[in-house]
């Protein structure tokens, strides 16, 4: 077991370890190791003391054009490639660091399988979890047989909560102090202590970017304030929140936007000055059949999508379930819930906890996957599959709902009630993250 910045990586099957000369996303002074050339339609590649003398002739990766490496890129389709493509050599992985923030790469995310994750009969208990106890293990959808487990530094013997994992990275908190966990490496970020919140029970964490931006904030949730943290300063600020307890928050063109408990959609605005205002939405009338689960809000390319699970009740067969998905119409006033039937060439990514984030992704067949399809990340550590796939319109048995979900992992957080441990879920590494920042 190898130790990397406090915490601890293991190499299963295939490596999915970070390559050897890849930089630290918390170290941003050593991020670009090699400044972009002078001539901008080329790359000068290096070729390591590794390479064989056959190659010392003409270096087969000298002067790639701009061009060829946009396309090798583009056809990357996996995360696995990705550190293929950052340890071939250093102008490689400047050319990924040269790529616009808005870049978004074409592959599944990693799904983090939590080895600690125990469901309390008693919905209501709340559990702070020893962070060094924390293990979990990264598997690549598109290479199965490869995944890395990981841990947080065996330094961090406090017990802390839950509030969820943003950027990659996940939170935790007790009343004043928190961490935030790096998923791939196990490195940690503290931010300053949070003055006693009195009352307030903090049951959500975010951050609105990357880490390493300049404009990255930390936000805490609780049932009437929200905290801010800008990172890199040394203190918190409050702001009152008069929202019925957000229940996730997304970013779409911009813009921050959160969901309550009521279903209700808000846009927060942090700058120039913090507010909440209420988005007016329409409902349609296919929207409220049968018993719902709380939604999912996800972000597919140029849309706004809401993922409900609806549940009905057959007094021969039982309970089974339907995925029905639903694109905000912005172009009218007000903004209207408009039922999806298909999917098309994308392929969606929940889990059961809304507080983590959730994905999509265009043309799934290119590294084994399938369109048209939301992937459920499943609670337990134990599962023999870990995610289920499920056709949008397909009906979902209870035999499948009792495999996947339990009575309390389908429940949304709760301001006050918070119970829930760290569960499975969907994640791109914050290394994804820094690149173009």
């Known amino acids: 077991m190898a130790g990397r910045r406090g915490g601890h990586l293991r190499q299963e099957g295939s490596p999915l370890a970070p390559p050897p000369e890849h930089p630290s996303p918390m170290e941003p002074t050593t991020r670009r190791e090699v400044a972009i050339p002078d001539r901008p339609s080329k790359k000068t590649c290096h070729a390591s003391s590794s390479t064989s003398s056959s190659m010392s002739g003409p270096d087969v990766w000298v002067d790639l054009l701009d061009s060829l490496l946009l396309q090798i890129i583009a056809l990357l389709s996996s995360f696995h490639d990705l550190l293929a493509f950052i340890s071939t050599c250093r102008s490689w992985r400047a050319a990924l660091s040269s790529l616009p923030s808005a870049f978004s790469f074409n592959f599944p995310p990693l799904h983090l399988q939590s080895d600690h994750y125990v469901p309390h009969p008693r919905r209501n208990y709340v559990k702070h979890n020893l962070l060094s106890n924390i293990k979990w293990r990264l598997i690549d959808p598109a290479k199965q047989t490869s995944s890395l487990r990981c841990s947080a530094p065996q330094n961090l013997r406090v017990r802390m909560r839950y509030l969820g994992c943003s950027y990659g990275y996940r939170i935790f908190s007790n009343l004043e102090q928190c961490f935030l966990v790096d998923v791939y490496n196990g490195a940690t970020v503290k931010p300053p202590k949070l003055k006693s919140t009195g009352s307030h029970d903090i049951y959500y964490g975010f951050l609105v970017a990357p880490i390493n931006s300049s404009n990255s904030r930390l936000l805490f949730c609780s049932k009437s304030s929200m905290f ?13 929140l008069d929202v019925e307890g957000i229940l996730q928050i997304v970013f779409f063109k911009g813009e921050m936007f959160a969901m309550d408990l009521l279903w209700r959609l808000h846009r927060i605005h942090l700058a120039p000055q913090f507010s909440v205002q209420e988005v007016a939405v329409m409902w349609g009338e296919d929207m409220v059949v049968g018993l719902s689960y709380k939604p999912w809000l996800v972000v597919c390319g140029d849309m706004l999508l809401l993922v409900d699970f609806i549940l009905s009740v057959d007094p021969i067969s039982g309970f089974s379930g339907t995925f029905k998905v639903f694109c905000l119409d912005f172009s ?49 550590a134990d599962c023999n599959e870990p995610w289920s796939a499920v056709e949008l319109g397909q009906v979902v048995s209870s035999t499948e709902l009792c495999a996947t979900y339990s009575s309390e992992a389908i429940l949304a957080p709760r301001p006050s009630v918070n119970y829930q441990q760290p569960q499975s879920l969907w994640v791109f590494p914050s290394l994804v993250y820094g690149i173009g920042q």
């Open 332 to 380: 009218v006033e007000p903004a209207k819930w408009v039922k999806v039937d298909n999917l098309g060439d994308s392929a969606l990514f929940v889990s059961t906890d809304r507080r983590n984030p959730t994905f999509s992704c265009k043309s799934p067949e290119r590294w084994g996957g399938k369109s048209n399809t939301i992937y459920i990340s499943k609670p337990f």
């Open 228 to 240: 801010q943290w800008q990172v890199g300063s040394n203190s918190w600020s409050e702001h009152p």
